[in-house]
């Protein structure tokens, strides 16, 4: 089981490392790229086309800007994209509806802004239904999660 994570700049490493760390809470392999949609689309399409011989179940892909590149993706691969909108310009605003609003056949899934944690989430979901063994450790870990939720608010809050 892999997940490739790809994004469009450097200055966005650390905003995809939450994904990066999704995965290897959960045991998930992973390989993370820079590339651009408009920068370099050929090599683009070369590593998608090498990911899925190599057997990638998912693609995780951040843009901001004109936050083409996870649509661009989508629409060279039949793997999962989720694109993860970077606040580069107008909050973020613009880079989530450029991502969300896919033309219909041609589906990006897609998380809050700067929310790569939840792509990585997302992603460890997809191949829950596929791995009893991802299964397991998602449901763990929600129950860690809502044990540990109620623990730290049973007593109430001081305003």
Do not use: W
């Amino acid at each position: 089981m892999k997940v490739a994570i790809i994004f469009g700049s450097k200055s966005d490493v650390d905003k995809m490392k939450g994904a990066a760390n999704a995965l290897k809470e959960f045991g998930v392999e992973y390989s993370a790229h820079i590339l651009s949609a408009h920068r370099v689309p050929e090599k683009l399409v070369e590593v998608i086309d090498k990911l899925e011989d190599e057997g990638y179940e998912c693609i995780i892909a951040g843009a901001g800007l004109a936050a083409h590149l996870p649509g661009v993706i989508a629409s060279h691969t039949t793997l999962p994209v989720i694109g993860v909108p970077i606040n580069a310009a107008l909050n973020g605003m613009d880079s989530l509806l450029a991502i969300v609003q896919m033309p219909k056949s041609i589906p990006v899934a897609t998380v809050g802004i700067n929310n790569s944690y939840n792509a990585g989430m997302l992603a460890v979901q997809m191949l829950s239904l596929k791995y009893p063994e991802i299964k397991e450790k998602l449901n763990l870990y929600r129950k860690n999660m809502k044990s540990k939720f109620i623990s730290e608010n049973e007593e109430g809050v001081e305003l």
